[in-house]
């Protein structure tokens, strides 16, 4: 199970940083990610990191102002999203995959999802 928090209301240019919560005792072996979706649109890949975060994959539209990190001691994923923009603008979603070490992108390979976290960017 999978919870994530942290979304709010932030001006352009401000910060935000997400958590995801997992439970279970496998954490560590979960290739995790963070996804996005704004209405009307599809899910949108967002970030992706490694088992230990030894190796972290971000869309172009993210790339330099955000950043994914993971703690396994506290079975928790975070995105820290800085410089945000109104087309930041989405329900984030965080996912997790299970029996790969390969970095992923297609939403449709993870096995896991949260319930999403708003965050709101005004211009």
């Known amino acids: 199970q999978l919870q994530a928090s942290g979304g709010g209301l932030v001006q352009a240019g401000g910060s935000l940083r997400l958590s995801c919560g997992a439970s279970?005792?496998?954490?560590?072996?979960?290739?995790m990610g963070w996804f996005r979706q704004a209405p009307g649109k599809e899910r949108e890949f967002v970030s992706t990191?490694?088992?230990?975060?030894?190796?972290?994959y971000y869309a172009d539209s993210v790339k330099d102002r955000f950043t994914i990190s993971r703690d396994n001691a506290k079975n928790t994923v975070y995105l820290q999203m800085n410089s945000l923009k109104p087309e930041d603008t989405a329900v984030y979603l965080c996912?997790?995959?299970?029996?790969?070490?390969?970095?992923?992108?297609?939403?449709?390979?993870?096995?896991?999802w949260g319930q999403g976290t708003q965050v709101t960017v005004s211009s």
């Open positions: 990191i490694s088992w230990r975060g030894a190796s972290t």
């Open positions: 279970g005792r496998t954490f560590s072996r979960y290739i």
């Open positions: 996912a997790a995959a299970l029996g790969t070490s390969a970095l992923l992108i297609n939403p449709k390979e993870y096995d896991y």
